[in-house]
């Protein structure tokens, strides 16, 4: 009965977490300080035919002026790859103040259907869990944080999963599609890639290659060649001055915020590469078997933000995804790492929360607040790995 009233408190303030994160959203001023402004200049370039220089710093800053009253230090460059403008560029034909009000609605159904999706992978949990694990999502920071700037996380974090079912049932054209659809960040989906290839599901690989060729040439043809070579130009300069484009290497949950306080800073983007090469490489050994898949398909994603060269704050929501298949795994066969995941819970509701009071009380704690989910992560990467290397259950 305690155990029940207890979850049950739980479920409550995590509800009225996550509606004090709701109501700021539905502010009037939503284009103020937005990533949506750096989408819809994007979407506008493509809309009055300068695709072709879509990835033209200047110009970029000249469609988003009139839409923001960000400074030069703050600017926000649209780095997503070129087909992402393409597909959403629709949405600049209407006026910016009612496009951000409907990107909105469109995040909210997106994260409504990732919501169904996680209900139905805890089919065999029990009731309170299965809302629990709702409740958890609704009340993390940075679920709200990516709807109140426009970000696209939740339409990657939808097609991510239903890539992993896709990929586990053997529906591999499917998965194909699923797979090509979340290169709308590819950043996020770089290490699941690799899946088929470990796994030499070369029907998978085919259709994705005819996918993402047809893609490549559509593009090219409607805006240039060049383009594809001023997105990974752009990805570079970004990648090294960082903090001139909001993209602060200090405050990203990964291994790229610890070189940055470790090492000197000319070592640490060769060193990031290095690591992202090593990590490839552990995807092909992690994926000898398939044996867990739900676990090693969280060790995956997990690792792909580990040592992911850009990470944003935001971003760091597809966690919930291995959280949630590493707790499947351990309520049944590692029921000793329960508590963990009870920690984790509480850590994601309520220390954002925490971090804001501090904020509002004293002058410290900005840094905490982008860089809260980095410990969570490692956790979940530790017990991951160890419920992989457990071979007796």
């Given amino acids: 009965m305690t155990v029940t009233r207890s979850v049950r408190l739980l479920i409550v303030a995590q509800l009225l977490t996550a509606v004090t994160y709701a109501i700021p959203i539905l502010s009037s001023d939503r284009l103020k300080g937005s990533d949506f402004v750096c989408f819809y200049a994007a979407w506008s370039i493509v809309r009055d ?8 710093l200047d110009l970029q800053r000249v469609y988003q002026a ?11 460059p ?5 087909h992402a403008a393409l597909l959403f560029m629709p949405f600049a034909y209407i006026p910016p103040n009612w496009a951000v009000f409907i990107n909105l609605a469109f995040n909210c159904l997106i994260a409504g259907w990732v919501l169904y999706r996680l209900w139905q992978l805890a089919a065999n949990w029990t009731k309170a869990e ?7 999502f609704l009340a993390t920071e940075v679920f709200w944080y990516g709807l109140g700037v426009g970000a696209i996380t939740a339409l990657v974090f939808a097609f991510l999963i239903e890539y992993c079912l896709a990929l586990q049932a053997g529906r ?5 599609i699923w797979l090509i659809a979340a290169t709308l960040k590819p950043q996020l989906i770089l290490f699941p890639a690799l899946i088929p290839l470990a796994q030499q599901r070369w ?11 047809i893609i490549f040439v559509a593009v090219s043809v409607g805006l240039g060649f060049h383009v594809w070579l001023d ?3 752009l990805l570079r300069e970004v990648s090294v001055h960082g903090d001139v484009y909001g993209a602060s290497p200090w405050l990203m949950n ?3 915020m610890l070189l940055y306080w470790t090492f000197p800073s000319a070592y640490v983007v060769p060193v990031v590469y290095f690591l992202l090469i090593g990590g490839a490489a552990a995807i092909f050994w992690l994926w000898r078997s398939a044996h867990r898949f739900p676990v090693r398909f969280g060790l995956t994603v997990l690792l792909g933000l580990f040592v992911a060269p850009y990470l944003h704050h935001q971003d760091t929501l597809i966690a919930m995804l291995p959280a949630a298949f590493a707790y499947d795994f351990a309520r049944d066969k590692r029921p000793g790492f329960l508590p963990v995941f009870q920690i984790l819970v509480l850590a994601a509701s309520f220390l954002p929360v925490s971090i804001i009071l501090i904020r509002i009380f004293t002058t410290s704690g900005d840094s905490l607040a982008w860089i809260w989910p980095m410990p969570l992560i490692v956790i979940l990467l530790i017990v991951c790995i160890l419920e992989l290397r457990d071979q007796r259950t």
């Fill in 231 to 233: 997105y990974v130009r």
């Fill in 49 to 56: 035919g300068h695709g072709a220089n879509l990835y033209n």
């Fill in 78 to 82: 649209f780095i997503n790859p070129p």
């Fill in 254 to 256: 990964n291994v790229r």
């Fill in 130 to 136: 299965r809302i629990l694990l709702l409740t958890t």
């Fill in 66 to 76: 009139p839409l923001s009253d960000f400074s030069q230090f703050h600017f926000l």
């Fill in 172 to 176: 591999d054209i499917r998965a194909a």
């Fill in 203 to 213: 029907r998978v690989v085919g259709v994705a290659v005819t996918l993402g060729l």
